[in-house]
């Protein structure tokens, strides 16, 4: 196959859509982005509905939907003559989810808000801070970790 006019190169794909090269692979391992044709020269030759899909998993993920999401979505945005209600109730889980975090996130800074009030600005042999994160049981609630990335 010769290259066509919207043909991108995989180097090309990767910067039209903002990621990386590893990244495009990583993706059409997956499944996420179906193969593309390749060259006569075995180049793999990527059209504009590939760099869409691109941009598009890219926004998903940024957004924090989790890849399993990702792949639904694309499947469900396969098909526009369905309704929209399971697109909605994948957005919605995740605006939960966001939520979910911003709180464990709150809770986490009332607790460094309080260790760090705590510091007398001495030593470090006596840094609350220090004892703080040396035994949980100088926290002052028992705050959630972070939140899986």
């Known amino acids: 196959m010769s290259p066509q006019p919207g043909d991108f190169t995989i180097g090309e794909a990767a910067r039209a859509s903002g990621v990386k090269v590893t990244t495009v692979r990583f993706y ?3 499944g996420l982005l179906p193969a593309p044709p390749r060259s006569e020269g075995n180049r793999r030759l990527y059209a504009q509905s590939h760099v869409d899909r691109l941009r598009f998993i890219r926004h998903a993920r940024e957004l924090g939907f989790a890849l399993e999401d990702v792949a639904t979505l694309l499947s469900l945005s396969d098909e526009p003559d369905q309704s929209c209600a399971a697109v909605d109730a994948i957005a919605r889980a995740q605006r939960a989810e966001v939520t979910r975090r911003i709180a464990r996130l ?3 800074g009332v607790e460094l808000d309080r260790m760090i009030a705590t510091c007398a600005g001495g030593t470090v042999g006596e840094c609350r ?5 040396s035994d949980h049981a100088h926290c002052a609630a028992d705050h959630p970790g972070p939140a899986p990335m």
């Open 28 to 30: 059409e391992s997956r």
């Open 106 to 108: 709150e809770a986490l």
């Open 129 to 133: 801070v220090i004892e703080s994160l």
